[in-house]
C-alpha cells in the first residue's frame, strides 16, 4: 500500500480550481476571519420531542427562544443547537449553520462578500447576501454559497440575544435530565453539494480557510477557527449513473459534536440504552433513532485498522455524528492525527 500523501504532494495533486490565483492571491484584508462554528439550526417537527431528546441525552442547558424555538447551550457556550418549527409542509432539515466571526462588521462583511462575487439581495439564493436587524438592534448576516446553502455570519460572541453582537442572552435553564453523555464542543459539517472543488474554492477564498485534514486525494476538509473544526464538502449531490432516484438536493448532511474520552462501543450501548436501533441496512435510508458506525480507512485519511466514525438519527431522522474533543478528521484511531493548517 503506497504511504500517506503529505501536504506537499496534496496540495500539487488539486485540481487548479482549488488553489487557483485568485485564491491565492487574497490578502488577508480581503478575507472574512472565523473563530469557529457558533451554531447548527435544525428545523425539527415537535419542539418539545426534540428538547426532550437532546437534554436526555446530552443534559444541556435550555435558552427558550418563544412557543416555536429553542436554543440548547453546547458546553460552556456561546455555541448552542438551535431547534425551530417549521411551517406546514416543511420537512426536518438542517437549516444552515452559522460562523462566528472575529471583529465582526457588517460593513466590511459586506464588502468582503462583494469583492468575491456575492451580492446583496431580499432573497435567498446562490451567491446571495441577505441583512437583517431584530428589535433589539442585532444584526445577522445570511449568505448562500454557491449551491445556496445557508451560512449564517455572527460575532463569535453571539449567543442568540439581543444588543448589537446578540450576545446579552438571559440565564440558562438546566436540563431537567442529567443526561447520558456530555457535549464539548462542534467537530464539523458536513454539506453535499455539486461541486466540491467550487465550494472548497469559494470558502477559501471568502474564509481564509485552510486545510485540516484530507479524506482523500481531492477532499479537504477546511480548518474553520485555530482548533479542530472543520467543514466538509463532498460532492453528493448527484444522481449516480443509472439509478432511478431523483438527484439529491445540495444541503447540510449532518453535523459532528464531541465529547471526551471517545469510545465508539461504550457509546452504542449508550444510545441503545437511549431507545435506539441499530441501522438495517448500509445502502438504505437511516431510520429516525438508529446508530451505526463507519470505518475510515487509510485511503480516506484514517488508520491503517480503520478510524471509528459514529452516527445516529434523532427522532425526526436528522443525522449527527460523535466523535472525540481531539478529532480533526485526520488518522488515528481517534482521528485527531493531523497536519498543521
Do not use: W
Not at 462554528?37 to 426532550?52: A, E, G, P
Not at 438551535?82 to 426536518?92: C, F, I
Not at 455539486?194 to 480548518?223: C, E, K, M, W
Request: proline share 8%.
Amino acid at each position: 500500500m503506497p504511504p500517506p500523501i503529505d501536504r506537499r504532494r496534496f496540495l500539487t495533486s488539486l485540481p487548479a480550481l482549488l488553489v487557483a490565483p485568485r485564491m491565492m492571491a487574497q490578502s488577508v484584508g480581503s478575507q472574512i476571519r472565523v473563530r469557529g462554528i457558533n451554531h447548527v439550526s435544525l428545523t425539527v417537527s415537535d419542539l418539545k420531542r426534540s428538547v426532550d431528546f437532546y437534554q436526555g441525552l446530552f443534559g444541556m442547558r435550555l435558552r427558550p427562544q418563544g412557543p416555536a424555538a429553542a436554543q440548547l447551550v453546547i458546553g460552556s457556550g456561546p455555541e448552542h443547537l438551535g431547534l425551530s418549527v417549521g411551517g406546514a409542509g416543511v420537512p426536518p432539515v438542517i437549516d444552515h449553520y452559522c460562523l462566528g466571526v472575529e471583529d465582526f462588521n457588517v460593513d466590511r462583511i459586506l464588502q468582503v462578500l462583494s469583492a468575491h462575487g456575492v451580492t446583496r439581495s431580499e432573497a435567498a439564493g446562490p451567491m446571495k447576501v441577505r441583512v437583517t436587524v431584530n428589535g433589539s438592534g442585532t444584526s445577522s448576516i445570511r449568505v448562500g454559497d454557491p449551491d445556496g446553502i445557508d451560512i449564517q455570519l455572527q460575532d463569535a460572541s453571539y449567543c442568540s440575544g439581543s444588543g448589537a453582537f446578540g450576545n446579552v442572552c438571559s440565564a440558562d435553564v438546566p436540563s431537567p435530565r442529567k443526561g447520558l453523555m456530555t457535549v464539548k464542543g462542534y467537530s464539523h459539517c458536513t454539506v453535499f453539494v455539486t461541486d466540491a472543488q467550487r465550494s472548497n474554492a469559494f470558502h477559501r477564498q471568502v474564509f481564509a480557510f485552510g486545510i485540516r485534514s484530507y479524506q482523500g486525494p481531492n477532499a479537504p476538509t477546511l480548518a474553520v477557527g485555530s482548533a479542530v473544526e472543520f467543514l466538509m464538502f463532498a460532492a453528493g449531490a448527484t444522481t449516480p449513473a443509472g439509478a432511478d432516484t431523483a438527484p439529491r438536493r445540495p444541503g447540510i448532511n449532518h453535523f459532528c459534536l464531541t465529547v471526551p474520552n471517545f469510545d465508539a462501543d461504550r457509546i452504542l450501548k449508550t444510545l441503545e440504552s437511549y431507545g435506539m436501533k441499530p441501522r438495517e441496512a448500509q445502502t438504505s435510508p437511516v431510520a429516525p433513532m438508529r446508530h451505526y458506525v463507519n470505518m475510515r480507512m487509510e485511503n480516506r485519511g484514517g488508520s491503517k485498522a480503520g478510524t471509528p466514525e459514529l452516527y445516529f438519527t434523532d427522532p425526526d431522522g436528522i443525522l449527527v455524528q460523535l466523535q472525540d474533543i481531539s478529532y480533526c478528521g485526520g488518522s488515528g484511531v481517534l482521528g485527531n492525527v493531523c497536519p498543521a493548517p
